[in-house]
């Protein structure tokens, strides 16, 4: 989508557009380092979860 506007931006408009672009880039890039960061311990507590329900499972159905 194009758009058109009536009068071009200012300059100062510009700049203010282009900070918070890049304000949003850096957060964004923050965001998805500490994801990447913190995944391992994630992936354990899921593995750790999955393991403890699978053996509850087969405990419950040894019983019967």
């Known amino acids: ?3 058109f506007w009536s009068y071009p931006p ?3 408009q510009l700049t ?11 957060l964004f890039t923050a965001g998805a ?8 311990p994630q992936q354990a ?5 999955s393991d403890y329900v699978k053996a ?4 419950l159905v040894q019983e019967d």
């Open 1 to 3: 989508m194009v758009v």
């Open 16 to 26: 203010g557009s282009l900070i918070v672009f890049f304000t949003g880039v850096s």
């Open 10 to 12: 200012t300059r100062k």
């Open 56 to 59: 509850r499972l087969r405990k």
């Open 33 to 40: 380092y500490l994801s990447f960061l913190n995944i391992a």
């Open 45 to 49: 507590r899921a593995k750790a979860r």
